[in-house]
């Protein structure tokens, strides 16, 4: 099931955010630091190297782009052991005069896949409801920042 919210600003705009690695920790709930971003970031194979948790109990590890169509959609493995590794999709639609973006992610392995289903959707579904009112914050002030504005 997918969490999605209209954004007031273009999909590039969206794009734009998505695109530099380094604000990673500003809008997805949990991410608490960028310890490197791979060149190329974000082509197909490109990883950000990033920390969860709060100190001192931060986790290192990676999220890696699968899929990518740019300025429509992008699929990202992220990595978050010991809990296990979630397939996150992004999706980013032109309506009316924003976007429609929305979030699908699920538990692909790890043992967070023992969480019964209904429960994970819904806890997700709260953080993926934070991670898009972040990620509009970011983008829509991006917007509202522009020399067209």
């Known amino acids: ?7 007031n600003c273009s999909a590039e705009q969206v ?3 998505l695109g530099d690695g380094w604000l990673y920790p500003l809008w997805v709930v949990g991410a608490s630091r960028i ?15 990033h920390s969860f948790g709060v100190w001192p ?12 169509q740019p300025d429509q959609r992008i699929v990202l493995e992220a990595r978050g052991w010991p809990v296990g590794t979630a397939r996150v999709e992004i999706t980013i639609r ?9 979030i699908a992610e699920d538990v692909s392995s ?3 896949q023992l969480v019964p289903q209904p429960i994970r ?3 997700m579904d709260v953080r993926n409801k934070e991670t898009l009112r972040r990620l509009a914050y970011l983008a829509e002030g991006r917007a509202d920042a522009s020399p067209s504005s």
């Not at 109990?57 to 990518?68: F, G, H, K, P, S």
């Not at 032109?94 to 929305?102: C, R, Y």
């Open 35 to 49: 310890r490197d971003v791979d060149d190329g970031w974000p082509a197909e194979g490109r990883k950000i190297h």
């Open 94 to 102: 032109p309506d009316g005069n924003g976007s429609l973006v929305s």
């Open 110 to 112: 790890g043992p967070a």
């Open 57 to 68: 109990l931060m986790i290192d590890d990676t999220t890696e782009v699968v899929e990518i």
């Open 1 to 7: 099931m997918a969490t999605q919210r209209w954004f």
């Open 121 to 123: 959707v819904a806890a």
């Open 15 to 17: 794009w734009d955010v």
